[in-house]
């Protein structure tokens, strides 16, 4: 295998992940998922952003694919890095809640009634 192909195969990879997110972005949920099985409310995600992200992602993989060659590569590159900002700007709770899986402190924040008390309480005495 040449050097020279690496770039297509990395284009490709970016390609399906891009087509992935838009995918996703523009796919209602009850398609795939019928129902929440967590007990507490997730964090919205923002469908315009995803796509966003998505098309960045392409526009990376177009720049990959057009290598050195294409005179439009690095237009794709600054369109690409714009709508990935774009993306991320649009969905920065719902990122900050995946990478920063918080517990407790996120059911606070979210208005979120826990499914047990924090200070569970018996039954044979009450509360001051």
Sequence with gaps: M???????????LL???????VFDAWTPDAILVKHERR?????ERNRRGEAAIGFGVLCMAA???GRDTWKYSVV???AGT??????????????????????????RQFNVRPTE??????????RP
């Design 82 to 107: 714009v709508l990935l900002f774009i993306g991320a700007i649009m969905n920065h709770r719902y990122l900050g809640a995946v990478v920063s899986n918080r517990g407790v402190l996120r059911r």
């Design 39 to 43: 007990r507490r409310r997730r964090v």
């Design 76 to 78: 794709a590159v600054i």
């Design 2 to 12: 040449r050097i020279e192909v690496l770039p297509l195969i990395a284009a490709a």
């Design 15 to 21: 390609g399906l992940i891009g087509l992935g997110l």
């Design 117 to 126: 008390p924090e200070n569970p309480v018996e039954p044979n005495r009450r």
């Design 63 to 65: 720049a990959f694919a």
